[in-house]
């Protein structure tokens, strides 16, 4: 009977090199388009912020734009109050539906249900902003006008399968064993998931949030076309009965009115707009971070 020679697997072999000259090219080409990726984010908010933050002041934050509209000085407080408003609608709107749905298919949904619903938030968050922007368009701004309502209406839609999804993955990293024991003390389902399930993916969940406000603090799309009727240099609350001064608006109608002193002020809102972003990403890092170590230990 012949011996086995043990050593052999490990012997270096012409296919063995070939894969290992393939694992280095395909490592290198991912670290490759990730510093690609960090490059050009790099690059797009140092051009922003060279060509923004100059205007950046107390008065750029505080006053309304002047009513001429080529000159100088004003700022773009009411586009900034508006757009807190309207974002603030859309996540009271779209948070409640989001966890809703991410705690039926978490906990009660059977699998058979829960693929076409799972389809459907999947669809809706590649769906391009504009087509949602004209569906509230001819549903409801048609006949009625503009209102920040329908605008906030369209933002939530966009906020939803982002909060629904990055809710449901908080709620499954919950182990287990506490909605085991929970059941175990004769506690119901519904209970446990008020008491137990949701209180332990709270960051989660506040972290799914955040990032939905920051990916549609800068939508143009369902501003241009919901919200951009309205007085410019005026501060309005009236969400039901009006239009709302944004930064999105207010950037487009700058760069396009052309100047030195509007294209300027452009650039200001864009860092504006760009800084809350970033703050806001990182803020949900860092509770998702925290959420994660906290539910497993690590």
């Known amino acids: 009977m012949a011996s086995l020679d043990y050593t052999r697997p490990l012997t270096a072999s012409g296919n063995l090199r070939r894969r290992r000259v393939v694992d280095r090219l395909m490592r290198g080409a991912a670290t490759a388009a990730a510093l690609a990726a960090v490059v050009i984010l790099g690059l797009m908010v140092f051009a922003i912020a060279q060509r923004g933050g100059s205007q950046l002041s107390v008065a750029f934050l505080t006053q309304n734009p002047p009513e001429q509209l ?6 773009i407080a009411n ?22 749905i991410a705690i039926y298919l978490t906990e009660f949904a059977t699998a058979r249900a829960a693929g076409p619903i799972r389809l459907a938030l999947d669809l809706l968050y590649g769906m391009p902003t504009i087509v949602i922007a004209i569906f509230i368009l001819g549903l409801l701004v048609v006949g009625h006008g503009q209102t920040g309502f329908y605008a906030s209406l369209a933002l939530a839609i966009i906020m939803l399968p982002l ?13 287990k064993e ?17 008491g137990i399930t949701i209180p332990s993916a709270l960051g989660g969940i506040v972290t799914g949030t955040i990032l939905a406000v920051a990916r549609v603090a800068g ?4 501003m241009l076309l919901l919200a951009s009727v309205f007085d410019n240099t005026k501060t309005s ?5 009006q239009a709302l001064p944004n930064i999105p608006y207010e950037i487009f109608n700058l760069a396009e009115s052309g100047g030195t002193v509007n294209v300027a002020k452009a650039w200001g809102a ?13 803020v949900a890092r860092a509770l998702h971070h925290r959420s994660t170590r906290m539910m497993t230990g690590r």
Do not use: C, K, Q
């Open 70 to 75: 080529y000159a100088a000085g004003g700022g």
């Open 79 to 100: 586009a900034i109050i508006g757009s807190a408003l309207m974002v603030a609608l859309a996540t009271i709107i779209a948070l409640p539906i989001g966890v809703l």
């Open 163 to 175: 909060i629904a999804r990055t809710t449901g993955e908080s709620l499954a990293l919950v182990p």
């Open 178 to 194: 506490l909605r085991d024991a929970s059941h175990a003390l004769g506690i119901s389902r519904w209970r446990t998931t008020v």
């Open 219 to 222: 939508e143009t799309a369902p």
């Open 237 to 241: 609350f009236n969400i039901f009965g």
């Open 270 to 282: 864009a860092f504006v707009l760009v800084v809350f972003v970033l703050i806001a990403n990182f």
